[in-house]
Nanobody, 128 residues
Framework: QVQVVESGGGLVQAGGSLRLSCTASGSTFDDHTMGWFRQAPGKEREGVSCIDWSGINTYYVDSVTGRFTISRDNAKNTLYLQMNSLKPEDTAMYYC?????????????????????WGQGTQVTVSS
């Protein structure tokens, strides 16, 4: 399975930016779709974005579309999430994971994944 280490979180003011990184090991990186997920206190973990093996096709949930950009560098086994125009509601622990997929549910994009392995995550806190 793909093992991951997330980094890049921190405390930022609303409107600011952060870039998260996720370094993967344990499996051939470009054999897998990769995605970002987040879990806010008291809420279930939710998918945020997913990218295919080539990096060409990307998917975002509505709440982050136009603000977040997912990318990957297969030569470095690394996944990124550039987060701009951050809002207090983006505050959460952010996780990356392999084998994500995107689907439509009631007209909106959802991101989910197969498997149950999670890394330690990286905390993002956005102050108002």
């Amino acid at each position: 399975q793909v093992q991951v280490v997330e980094s890049g979180g921190g405390l930022v003011q609303a409107g600011g930016s952060l870039r998260l990184s996720c370094t993967a090991s344990g499996s051939t990186f470009d054999d897998h779709t990769m995605g970002w997920f987040r879990q806010a206190p008291g809420k279930e973990r939710e998918g945020v974005s997913c990218i295919d093996w080539s990096g060409i096709n990307t998917y975002y949930v509505d709440s982050v579309t136009g603000r977040f950009t997912i990318s990957r560098d297969n030569a470095k086994n690394t996944l990124y999430l550039q987060m701009n125009s951050l809002k207090p509601e983006d505050t959460a622990m952010y996780y990356c994971a392999a084998d994500c997929y995107s689907a439509m549910d009631k007209g909106t994009v959802v991101v989910a994944r197969a498997g149950n392995y999670w890394g330690q995550g990286t905390q993002v806190t956005v102050s108002s």
